[in-house]
Structures are given as C-alpha cells and as structure tokens.
C-alpha cells in the first residue's frame, strides 16, 4: 500500500494532467487559434488524456508493484513528451503544467522511496 505522499503526488498529476487537458482541448477548438485543429494538439490531448488515466489510477486504485513501476515510467515518458510537444506548439501554459506534473511525478517517487527506506 502506497503512503498519503505518494497519492498526493500522483494526485497533483492527475490534476495537472486534466488542466493540461482541458488547455489542450480549447487550443484544439479555438476557431482561428495557432494551433486549431494541427495534428501536434490532436497528439497532445491524446498523451495528457492518458496522463491523466494513469495518473488516476495510480492515486485512486490499487495495483501489483509491476504494474505501478510501469506507469511510473509510461508518466514520465509522457509528460517530457508533451512538454517538448507544448514547446514545439509554442503553448507555454501547458509547458508550465507539465512542469508541475513533473513535481508531482517527483514527489510521488520520493513518497514511496522514504516508504521503502523506513521498512
């Protein structure tokens, strides 16, 4: 079982993830917006609406440890990959969330190393 911590970095990516969602998805439908309907935003709120599935379930569900160390990794991979992606799309605002996930991501692993440590 995963300590109070842990959920609550996996909680503020699942929070960040849905922000950057909901970022995503206005760049996407803005009618006359830089980057309405290009293919990068389509790839970028497919991988935060993924984030934000892992994320979930991380925080609110319980899992084999294999299957949390592979989200674990699949999380990271995706929040570099949608921050370089908002980078290339030129929207900083989900540059900066995908900043925050990335506290969270850390402050989920930190949560579960003093876990660890402490057994």
């Known amino acids: 079982m995963q300590d109070r911590r842990s959920l609550n970095g996996a909680r503020l990516i699942a929070a960040a993830a849905a922000i950057g969602f909901i970022i995503c998805l206005i ?3 803005t009618p006359h917006g830089t980057i309405a309907h290009q293919w990068g ?5 497919v991988s935060t609406a993924l984030m934000l ?3 979930c379930w991380i925080a609110f569900g ?3 440890r294999g299957l949390l160390v592979l989200f674990e990794v699949l999380i ?4 570099l990959g949608t921050a370089v992606c908002a980078y ?3 929207a900083p605002i989900l540059l900066v969330f995908m900043a925050v996930a990335l506290v969270g ?3 989920h692993l930190a949560g579960n190393s003093q876990r660890i440590s402490a057994s």
């Open 62 to 64: 319980s899992m084999p």
């Open 88 to 90: 290339f799309l030129e």
């Open 76 to 79: 990271i991979l995706d929040i």
């Open 41 to 45: 935003t389509l790839l970028v709120l």
């Open 105 to 107: 991501w850390i402050w």
């Open 27 to 29: 760049d996407y439908f």
């Open 53 to 55: 599935g892992a994320a």
